[in-house]
């Protein structure tokens, strides 16, 4: 076959054609992305909409949660002798409620984890608590834990969860919690959220019969304030961990009738 020489001309306009085509492809695939891109952003607006009706609906379920764990422990603590039918009834009604509303915050709750904060985690945990539901109970708290920081709702969170380990004999893990929610005294504020931490801590101690350390914890506390720079605060922050030491003096004497040991804590508060 015979083929004619391309020359010089013929091949730029090839190229030109060639790279008119490719033009025309890539504008063509441009336009497509684009309108897959639009779409995309329609579908996101949409599924975000969902989303955030689904979020106000859980936040909806944990206040009716706090909520009737609140009233349900105002009908637990009904005399005796008003408990009629109409009482078991309301219970039993209440248990329904709150049964369902668990169920379904536990589902949310593993959708929107990252958007909850620390301080709603120990909130939903110290309902569940109040549930008796301790798997949950705990789970919450160290997820409350982990999101929390050294600002003064994330202290509360740390000394919540401490609490928590106290009263479900994890004396060990309590108190290194009771230490994580601790700061230097460089600030008098530092020094008033430490004597929360004293405060709550020598009382769990004495609750749980370790007269020694809630004793020792008084004497820590009380050494802080000394460097408080406020009169008027550091007055404050006495009267708080005074008290706190009585009402432990009262508990450790009704949970294990000492008189004697008793009275040490008695003297620590009166020194």
Not at 17 to 31: K, M, P, Q, R, Y
Not at 34 to 41: N, R, T
Not at 56 to 71: A, G, P, S, Y
Request: include cysteine; hydrophobic fraction near 40%.
């Amino acid at each position: 076959m015979y083929t004619y020489p391309i020359s010089s001309f013929d091949f730029i306009q090839l190229i030109k054609a060639l790279e008119s085509v490719v033009s025309i492809d890539t504008f063509s695939l441009f336009l497509s992305l684009f309108a897959v891109f639009i779409s995309f952003l329609g579908w996101r607006a949409r599924v975000y909409g969902l989303d955030q009706v689904d979020y106000d609906c859980f936040q909806k379920l944990i206040r009716e949660l706090v909520d009737i764990t609140n009233e349900w422990d105002l009908l637990q603590r009904t005399p005796l002798k008003r408990r009629d039918q109409s009482f078991e009834v309301r219970l039993n009604c209440l248990n329904v409620k709150r049964a369902y509303i668990a169920d379904n915050i536990g589902f949310y709750e593993k959708r929107f984890s990252n958007r909850i904060p620390a301080t709603q985690y120990s909130e939903l945990a110290k309902t569940f608590y109040a549930l008796f539901d301790l798997e949950r109970a705990e789970e919450y708290h160290k997820k409350a834990y982990q999101k929390s920081g050294t600002d003064a709702l994330g202290l509360a969170v740390r000394r919540s969860y401490a609490d928590f380990l106290f009263l479900q004999g994890d004396i060990k893990q309590g108190r290194k919690m009771y230490e994580k929610s601790r700061l230097d005294n460089s600030t008098d504020i530092n020094i008033q959220r430490n004597i929360k931490s004293y405060g709550m801590q020598l009382y769990n101690e004495a609750s749980a019969g370790n007269i020694t350390e809630a004793a020792e914890l008084y004497r820590r506390g009380m050494s802080c304030i000394n460097e408080v720079k406020s009169v008027l605060l550091a007055n404050r922050m006495r009267d708080s961990l005074n008290s706190k030491m009585k009402s432990a003096r009262e508990v450790y004497y009704t949970n294990y009738h000492d008189r004697e040991v008793g009275s040490i804590i008695g003297k620590s508060v009166n020194a």
